[in-house]
């Protein structure tokens, strides 16, 4: 929120704008996966994991995302950079900062950062005769928690309303899988992993490969695999496993396949990048074969002002899907932001909670004319409440579904007897 402050100042706030900032977090992500698996482990290492992030869906798709996502995956990458830094350099200066501004961006980016936190922590300890790095990594820690003191309170405030109820359901058992299946972009492509590291670990058994990288590859493992499955059996009291959520743990995932790959078949190089190659272009030829959900809230708009007038008063449920509505359908109400309540409420635009609101509503403001806006209202009023309460009222003369769980309803007033008399009665 604080970059994106400075960053619409200065390059305003056009939908390419806006995005390109967490797309350039995504680009240093890979820039960096790069980098660990080519200093710490292997060339080919690096370029399978960097190039698996580049072909990764959820990461283009939440990449393109104007929230903190992309941002956690960056912080990720350079935690674990600099820990690593860190393990082979602990006197150099430079490693320490940058671990706690690598910390410090987890944990003030999202909540979720204190599962790198905590792994940072756990794997510390496969070093644990190596003092001096034990010794730094334990200042770091303790420094990010330190300097995250100001925001404790707003974290036990979260958590305590997220122990009882979040937007998030909690897991099937067979989302573990399938998240699994989305960091590789399908199914298939999990299958094939599976395959090629059993073959690779009986190939390993045989040929026996060097022993100097088996601790960092088991590093790489417990980097993702840890928070992953943390965060999926926690989920079933506190719900929090779903895609956005887990992202950040796709990055020690990517090293992980790439580094583990190589290192197994390391004793006939030639098959690991040969390998490798065939493990990107299944992700390659698996790209964008999901639904993620796009909303398309500009035709949404659209249609209402071809459908509307200044008699129109638009309602919109639900009160939250307000800002993404309002962008695409007056950018220089959005902009204003000091006068945003006072421009909704002058040019007929009103949120409601539910149905109780709405009649509040339409009590007071009798609008001749209205459209209905729903954006993914299913979860919050199963029963539809509050179309069929306008529906009773008012006369519906559109209704159009448009992809991503949105719908738009055109209402004219139903010139009855009863309904004038009643209008009268209240004014």
Do not use: C
């Not at 040929?207 to 990288?213: D, F, G, L, M, N």
């Not at 220089?332 to 309540?341: C, M, Q």
């Not at 002058?346 to 209905?372: F, Q, S, Y």
Request: aromatic share 18%; glycine share 6%; net charge positive.
């Amino acid at each position: 929120m604080l970059l994106l402050h400075f960053w619409i100042k200065l390059f305003g706030i056009d939908a390419y704008s806006v995005r390109l900032l967490p797309v350039l977090f995504n680009a240093l992500t890979a820039s960096f996966l790069y980098l660990i698996g080519k200093r710490f482990f292997s060339f080919w290492g690096g370029v399978t994991a960097a190039t698996m992030f580049i072909l990764s869906t959820y990461h283009f798709f939440f990449g393109g995302d104007t929230r903190t996502y992309s941002m956690l995956s960056f912080a990720t990458a350079t935690s674990l950079y600099y820990l690593l830094s860190l393990q082979q350099n602990p006197e150099k200066k430079r490693y320490l900062a940058g671990l706690i501004i690598s910390n410090l961006v987890l944990v003030y980016g999202h909540y979720f950062g204190w599962f790198v936190i905590f792994i940072q922590f756990v794997v510390s300890f496969l070093y644990f005769s190596d003092k001096q790095f034990l010794k730094k990594t334990i200042v770091a820690i303790a420094s990010t928690t330190v300097l995250y003191i100001p925001m404790f309170s707003v974290l036990i405030k979260q958590f305590l309303i997220s122990k009882d109820s979040t937007w998030v359901t909690p897991p099937p058992s067979s989302e573990y899988i399938q998240q699994l299946k989305w960091f590789m972009n399908s199914g298939t492509g999990l299958k094939v992993l599976v395959f090629i590291v059993l073959a690779g670990v009986i190939f390993a058994l045989f040929t026996k490969p060097k022993k100097e990288q088996i601790k960092g590859v088991f590093l790489l493992l417990i980097w993702w695999v840890v928070p992953y499955s943390l965060m999926f059996f926690v989920s079933y009291k506190i719900p929090m496993f779903t895609n956005r959520y887990i992202l950040f743990n796709s990055i020690g995932f990517f090293l992980f396949v790439g580094v583990a790959i190589n290192y197994l078949f390391q004793k006939i190089r030639v098959i690991g990048p040969l390998v490798s190659l065939g493990i990107l272009f299944i992700m390659y030829s698996r790209m964008f074969t999901g639904d993620f959900a796009p909303r398309h809230v500009k035709e949404t708009t659209d249609f209402i002002h071809s459908r509307t007038d200044s008699t129109t008063s638009i309602i919109i449920y639900a009160h939250w899907a307000d800002l993404e509505f309002i962008y695409h359908y007056d950018r220089d109400i959005f902009g204003a932001v000091s006068d945003y309540e006072a421009n909704l409420e002058k040019e007929n635009i009103l949120r409601t909670w539910g149905v109780d609101d709405v009649k509040k509503i339409i009590d007071k403001k009798h609008p001749p004319h209205i459209a209905l806006y729903q954006n993914n209202t299913a979860a919050i009023d199963p029963e539809n409440l509050v179309f069929y309460y306008i529906d009773s009222i008012y006369t519906r003369t559109d209704s159009v579904a448009f992809e991503g769980g949105l719908v738009v309803t055109i209402f004219d007033t139903k010139m009855t007897e009863p309904l004038l008399n009643e209008l009268k009665i209240n004014e």
